[in-house]
């Protein structure tokens, strides 16, 4: 899970509503054992914060964030 916080009062106490992932395929590409063409599909969540109320969301990719954003 990624450590994410709200843009507005930057707590980190917040309810999923939706999320929602591409579909691309990545396959795997194995060089000495490692997977060197990891999954680069992207995962769009919206949140909303449970301290103020603000709806925001954040994109990850590769495990990371991506991009953040508010609603």
Do not use: H
């Not at 999320?19 to 063409?37: E, Q």
């Amino acid at each position: 899970m990624t450590n994410v916080k709200c843009p507005q009062c930057g707590e980190s106490n917040y309810a999923i509503l939706t999320s929602a992932t591409t579909a691309m395929y990545y396959p795997p590409v194995i060089k000495n054992g490692v997977n060197v063409n990891p999954d680069g599909n992207i995962t769009t969540t919206t949140c909303r914060c449970m301290y103020c109320g603000n709806l925001f969301g954040y994109q990850t990719r590769y495990g990371k964030i991506w991009n953040g954003y508010e609603r």
